[in-house]
């Protein structure tokens, strides 16, 4: 198994069946975790020193934090029907608790947090989406926590990839503080497969290669990306979708495409 894999597990006490910390990955931002939860399970937890996204990948919860409750908040019951989701944000500091009212699958996004924002609900229709690249580039975007919106450290945003198409595609990376033209940022793919026995691929690779992995990606695997370009294609048949958290020391999304493949979208 490739370094840069995480493959999911048995749920824990806790329904957690996936993680990334900054520890584990070797870098210094961007935490990820997943829980899946059955009907009337409930966990509580603390941001720390962490801003938090919660996102509601499907199914429905009661979170609460300090004086906030949001009761039986979420609509999408699967990933794959791809209305937006409802996420919470939690800054650094606070407790929260959270129930599920039907069985749900939920993911933890954390990075470094300052204080400079407070808790607040995401809705569905605060949710920008968009679609990129054409023919067997073109993938739909979901921005769940664009730069746009308020927070400290943390980009986070959903990706359906159709199937026989590639995304982050032509390969793009953002691994040096050179803004205005690039920003350095960790970042994770938390992929999904539709059918879920399906299998995607992706590379992370730098310009010299001492980085350079290909990954047969399954069904509920997360990819870290520390540095350098990260496609992704899925095979015909299957549809990808994946949830990108990306955080560093400046939060812009700048990115540079790999000059051997920018002739791609300057035809």
């Not at 990334?20 to 020193?49: C, M, N, Y």
């Not at 938390?190 to 310009?207: E, I, K, M, W």
């Amino acid at each position: 198994m490739t370094s840069l894999q995480v493959r999911p597990q048995q749920p824990d006490e806790h329904g957690k069946v996936l993680e990334v910390t900054p520890a584990s990955a070797g870098w210094d931002h961007v935490g990820f975790r997943v829980h899946k939860l059955a009907k009337g399970q409930h966990i509580e937890g603390h941001t720390g020193d962490r801003e938090h996204c919660l996102v509601l990948l499907s199914g429905k919860a009661t979170i609460s934090s300090g004086e906030h409750r949001w009761e039986d908040i979420g609509e999408r019951m699967d990933i794959f029907e791809k209305v937006p989701p409802y996420a919470v944000y939690l800054p650094n500091g606070v407790g929260f608790e959270i129930e599920a009212t039907t069985d749900m699958e939920l993911a933890v996004c954390s990075a470094p947090g300052h204080g400079n924002h407070g808790s607040r609900l995401i809705t569905p229709d605060k949710i920008k989406r968009s679609t990129r690249g054409t023919g067997t580039n073109t993938r739909h975007i979901q921005d769940v926590l664009p730069e746009s919106e308020p927070a400290d450290s943390l980009l986070v945003v959903e990706v359906y990839t159709p199937a026989g198409h590639w995304s982050s595609y032509p390969p793009h990376k953002h691994d040096v503080d050179n803004l205005p033209h690039e920003s350095s940022l960790e970042e994770t793919y938390y992929h999904r497969l539709n059918p879920s026995q399906g299998f995607a691929f992706q590379r992370v690779y730098t310009d010299d290669r001492s980085l350079d992995e290909t990954m047969s990606v399954e069904n509920g695997n997360c990819v870290m990306v520390p540095r350098g370009y990260h496609p992704a294609g899925v095979p015909h048949g299957y549809e990808l979708y994946y949830l990108n958290v990306m955080a560093g020391p400046k939060r812009e999304w700048k990115f540079q495409n790999d000059p051997e493949h920018e002739w791609i979208v300057k035809q």
